[in-house]
């Protein structure tokens, strides 16, 4: 017969007592099952009591995991029970994901164009430009409140926050390009910290941002002009394009793949 732990076999015992007490509601934007769990043992080490019912909120999904979570100091080991979601934790999710959803679709309604530069194939030879235009958008923008309120809500909804929300943002230039941004954070001088996700012409294609992401297949349009600055963009990266006009049949547009960049790099048309 399989033995059961004593500690499990109480914490059965008591678990309508404990679901029946305050629970701890815990932070987690866009969460996996897994992530659930972890969030919940990892605050479970940080509480003086042995067993807690944990609330994981994903504020991104309007999803709650809630658990009884005991640590059993003898073995030095945490279990964890399903239990069901309280009201609190229910309301919680649902204001915190209402309000994402909305400061997120405000962000994406900007439709901001950088005055910094024409192109973001001007941005990416220096990676200083990405803060020109970050600073530009913040300044001529009222998003930095629209996040500092939302993160403020969060704080003071929740007991702590495992994985903090991002948002992400657009910035375009005026030949089409786009920059899309992700903000990660606010560092510790106050200031938001964005991170770089893609960078991509008014024809598609993503534009690399170092020598390593040149190779690859391009889709040039002849009225874009992207295929100049492209060929701009790759000479301050170190690659000498003498005879890639040629390959494009003269006239800037068309598919082209371009490989071996551990090298020279190499254009062949379609």
């Known amino acids: 017969m399989k033995h059961i732990p004593a500690f499990l076999i109480l914490s059965i015992a008591f678990f309508m007592s404990l679901s029946a007490n305050s629970s701890t509601l815990v932070g987690c934007f866009d969460c996996s099952s897994s992530q659930s769990k972890s969030a919940a043992i990892k605050v479970q080490k940080g509480l003086s009591s042995q067993e807690n019912k944990i609330e994981v909120i994903d504020f991104k999904n309007n999803i709650v995991k809630s658990y009884i979570v ?18 609190s934790a229910k309301k919680a999710a649902s204001d915190l994901t209402t309000e994402y959803n909305r400061i997120k679709n405000q962000l994406n309604s900007m ?4 005055n910094v530069f024409n192109s973001a194939y001007g941005v990416t030879t220096n990676m200083n430009n990405y803060g020109l235009v970050t600073n530009e958008f913040v300044n001529q923008t009222s998003f930095i409140e629209k996040v500092g309120m939302y993160g403020s809500i969060v704080a003071g ?5 495992i994985i903090n929300a991002n948002f992400t943002v657009d910035i375009g230039f005026t030949d089409g390009s786009y920059i899309r941004f992700k903000i990660s954070g606010v560092n510790a001088n106050g200031d938001v910290e964005f991170e770089v ?3 991509v012409d008014s024809d598609g294609n993503k534009i690399p941002k ?21 060929k701009d963009l790759v000479v301050d990266f170190g690659v000498d394009v003498s005879g890639w006009e040629w390959g494009m049949g003269g006239g800037g547009g068309g ?6 960049c551990v090298g020279a790099c190499k254009l062949k048309p379609n």
């Not at 640590?71 to 009201?87: G, H, I, K, V």
């Not at 170092?210 to 492209?230: C, L, P």
């Not at 598919?255 to 071996?260: G, L, P």
């Open 210 to 230: 170092e020598k390593a992401e040149i190779a690859g297949r391009y889709v040039f349009t002849s009225e874009s002009g992207n295929f100049d600055r492209f």
């Open 111 to 114: 439709n901001h164009i950088s």
């Open 157 to 161: 909804t929740l007991a702590k926050v």
């Open 255 to 260: 598919t082209v793949y371009i490989e071996d």
């Open 197 to 199: 996700l893609d960078v």
């Open 70 to 87: 005991e640590r059993d100091p003898e073995s030095n080991s945490t279990f964890l029970l399903n239990t069901y979601s309280s009201s």
